[in-house]
């Protein structure tokens, strides 16, 4: 039935008469592209704040480590959960959350997808994650979804902590993109770009933050990371 | 969705007077055009960014066969399913199924303009289906069983004691405020419960990218992914015209869009979708379906002239710039798409016939063309639509004029023709017109321009024309053709 | 340089022919003698817009047969030149040589102010005015012609005059030919927010290049603010011209 319904779609199309394709007008560099490593980390820092993330450095894993801590204790966080990617893993969370009484789930603490929803929806009060890009145009966090990184806990809990390399820092979007499609059959099957937290002014244009999303996002940038 | 179009008239004058909505468009306008002017600011060059924006809608459309087969082919490698329908009934019929199949007793929706179109939901809970528009604008309005009022806030005109009351009775909440926050913070934990538990997400398409394949969804709530990550089964569904060449033309599209939207560089979530999950992660869909829906489109897609309406991004721009949307809103529009985008789509999904007023009600002052990132001239669809109705066109459903305003026309066409004619006109229109002229004007006149006489005044027809005035002179002339 | 040739909007001819004298005065202020095609009657927009394209066409060759050997023509009304260069083509696609020639034409026709600045160069007149004047910017004018500048530069070459902002100066006033007849209700809240824009303004008179305006902001200025003003640039500009010829 798709299939008929398909040969007839596009029998029509091209029966269609054709037209001349117009030709792309040149347009200048994008102005991002221009700046240079510490302008990337200073304008991606300013997007943040600018978006309404909170925004944190940090020199390496220890100092990163303490500003969790720092954070943790000002939002008097218990439980948390921590994606299992390659810069969330270099900062044992888990003997963290020992030291500091913080229950710290990963994902496979949920074996199935019922008993992860659970954790993410209803237990814990921040998702912390790393990210795979930054891009600096405009604040932007790129996460590449896979089972190392699940989408939800960068978006159920009602909080999301973000460690960014600074060396992940790109300037514009394409520089994610033609990386991650450069081969289709590599290609991520999910991404997503978060700028800032969730937002609606749907109700007589009050400003709302978090309305499904997280309500704040907090940013550590590290210096030095050991992926 | 029930078709309204042709309330126009009535729904435009009560909307005029409603203060709610004359209030909440000032404000939107104003407050996003400020934004949307300072981002559109970030490129080098705006009106360069802005051509190849048209420049990419363009191919796009030209190329429509050959994108759409070739993001099918991607989008299948990926592991997406992908189904086509003709109409919204296969569409519908098609969405069922799959949700039967699977024992699917809760939806959750993304917003998407296009199963308003089909009338989706409607389907879905006739058949036992419980569904929930997510976003909090469609939420609402779901709640109320009313049209959108505007594109980017579905809901921004209706008062918050309104929202409460319903939010009471429908038990979204158990204590009654008049807070906004706190009326959102009421509708996220409850559809929070909906995104715990839901069985089949339904989202749109905001982009096809034909390159690779993927699915591109924008939003700033957080519901779109919400409902891509919890269960295990995603159907989005997209029109024809969503594909685009390859994905550096999708991220220059994706920043037109959002500047011209909301004001934004960007919005809060952009997610891509290239196929289901890869089977070990624990959340995101196992299967993804992709619905290609045409309900139409590949029909005018035969005439060049209105083939550049599927251009269009859904932006909502066309609404910013229009002096009639910023006073009227959507409502009066009658149907899922309004403003100039609706005013140049409706007429051709609904037949000429039917929106009669949607492709009248304009005052040609182009802001819409001049703003438009995807290249359509709506004014110029606006006149060929007219033209249609006039030739009384069976394909677009066109309906013949009254004969007094084609006799008027013929005689009108037939007296420019000839100066001598002209003159004869004016002699025999003046005294008529002038008959009740005070201080040189005219204050009223009855029949089908005594609208323009409740609060404006016209001047009385010059007793001599400037054509008398320069015969009087005896202006020097040359290069005359033949006189009759 | 060859003398332009008037070509005259049905809207003045009938209703406001001191615009089309206006125009006369300020041309010739610039040592022109412009021509008038005494043939000339109305370029077909009203039936254009209504949808009777075949019919239009007789229109449309006439004034290209009236028009069609000038230099330059120049007009007092945006809305009107935007038909003789837009629309014509798009009327005529079928007829080859009819189209030849109105796509010919499309490049020599001007409105006024385009006219005065852009292919004479000129922006002072030697004209004086002493007030604040606003400048509404038509429709059809800023966005169909991209006319913007060159009526200001005439106004601000005024000694004396002073051009003052204007909210909302770039807003439709409403007027749209048969939109003002056909939706008045919506057209008359377009206007009168014009209108209360200029008052705000604290101009002393509102000056636009579009007739259409005129007659829509002017008629609702008449009946509900009658000490207020509205004039053509042209006729702004003839009344500040202290030794206008005629």
Known sequence: MSKKAKDEILDKLKAAPQTDVPPRPTVPPLNELAWNREERIEKLAENLTLLGCAVHRARDAEETVNKMTEIARAEGLTKIIASEDDVVATLNLAEWGKSNNIEVFTPRDGHDREAFKRIVFEEVQAGVTGVDFAVAESGTLCLIHDERQPRLVSLAPIRHIAIVPVERIHPIYESVTDTLFENREKAPSHITFISGPSMTADIQGSLFKGMHGPKTVTVILVEQTAT | ?484 | MDNPSLFIPCMVDLFLPEIGEACLRVLRRLDLDPIYHPEQTCCGQPAIHAGYVKKAKDSAKHFIDVFGEDDAVVCPAGSCVCTVKDRYPDLLQDEPTWLRRAEDLAPRVYELSQYIVDVMGVEDLGASYEGRVAYHESCRVLRGLGVSEQPKKLIKAVSGAELVPMQGAEVCCGFGGEFSTNYPEISEVLVSEKAANYIASGADVLVACDPGCLLNIGGYLNRNHPEKRIMHVASFLAEAIQDGRT
């Not at chain 2, 459309?61 to 991607?74: A, C, D, T, V, Y």
């Not at chain 2, 459903?397 to 084609?406: F, L, M, N, V, Y």
């Open chain 2, 1 to 484: 969705m029930k078709v309204k179009s042709e309330q126009f008239r009535e729904v435009a004058i009560e909307e005029l007077k409603t203060r709610h909505t004359r209030s909440h468009l000032d404000v939107i306008g104003l407050f996003i055009s400020e934004m949307r002017r300072a981002s559109m600011g970030t490129f080098p060059d705006p009106s360069a960014a802005l051509e190849l924006g048209r420049a990419i809608r363009a191919e796009s459309i030209e190329r429509l066969p050959e994108l759409l087969e070739e993001f099918e082919r991607n989008a299948t490698a990926n592991g997406a399913v992908v189904h086509w329908a003709r109409d919204a009934d296969e569409a519908n019929a098609l969405i069922l199924r799959i949700a039967q199949e699977r024992n699917v007793r809760l939806v959750t929706k993304g917003k998407s303009m296009v199963t308003e179109e089909t009338g989706l939901n409607d389907v879905l809970i006739e058949n036992g289906l419980e569904v929930f528009e997510t976003d909090l604008g469609e939420f609402i309005i779901q709640l109320l069983g009313r049209p959108p009022f505007h594109i980017q806030g579905p809901a921004l005109n209706i008062p918050v004691q309104e929202i409460c009351d319903l939010f009471m009775e429908k038990g979204i909440m158990n204590e009654p405020t008049l807070d906004p926050v706190e009326l959102g913070h009421a509708a996220r934990v409850f559809l929070r419960n909906k995104f715990h538990h839901v069985d089949m997400a339904i989202t749109g398409v905001n982009f096809a990218v034909a390159q690779t394949g993927t699915i591109i969804n924008v939003e700033n709530e957080g519901n779109i992914r919400l409902t891509k990550s919890s269960p295990r089964t995603q159907v989005s569904v997209m029109t024809l015209e969503k594909v685009v060449p390859t994905m550096q033309d999708a991220m220059h599209m994706l920043r037109l869009l959002c500047r011209n939207c909301t004001g934004q560089k960007i919005a809060s979530y952009v997610s891509m979708d290239s196929g289901p999950n890869k089977g070990r992660e624990v959340d995101g869909p196992r299967e993804l379906f992709i619905v290609i829906l045409d309900n139409g489109r590949s029909s005018f897609y035969r005439d060049p002239e209105v083939r550049e309406i599927l251009r269009c991004i859904r932006c909502g721009v066309c609404m910013l710039e229009c002096p009639v949307y910023g006073k009227i809103g959507g409502y009066p529009y009658g149907w899922a798409y309004s403003g100039p985008m609706g005013q140049v789509l409706n007429p051709l999904m609904l037949g000429l016939e039917r929106t009669q007023d949607l492709y009248r009600a304009c005052t040609f002052c182009g802001g819409c063309k001049t703003a438009c990132p995807a290249g359509i001239d709506h004014p110029q669809k606006f006149l060929y639509y007219r033209a249609k109705d006039v030739e009384g066109d069976p394909r677009y459903k066109g309906k013949r004029r009254p004969w007094t305003e084609s006799s008027f026309m013929g005689i009108f066409t037939w007296v420019t023709k000839r100066r001598w004619r002209w003159n004869l006109g004016i002699k025999a229109a003046r005294p008529f017109l002038n008959r009740h002229v005070e201080q040189g004007f005219i204050r009223g006149m009855k029949g089908p321009v005594e609208g323009w006489f409740k609060s404006r005044d016209f001047p009385a027809m010059a007793e001599k024309t400037f054509h008398d005035r320069m015969q009087e002179r005896g202006s020097r002339e040359s290069g005359e053709p033949s006189r009759s």
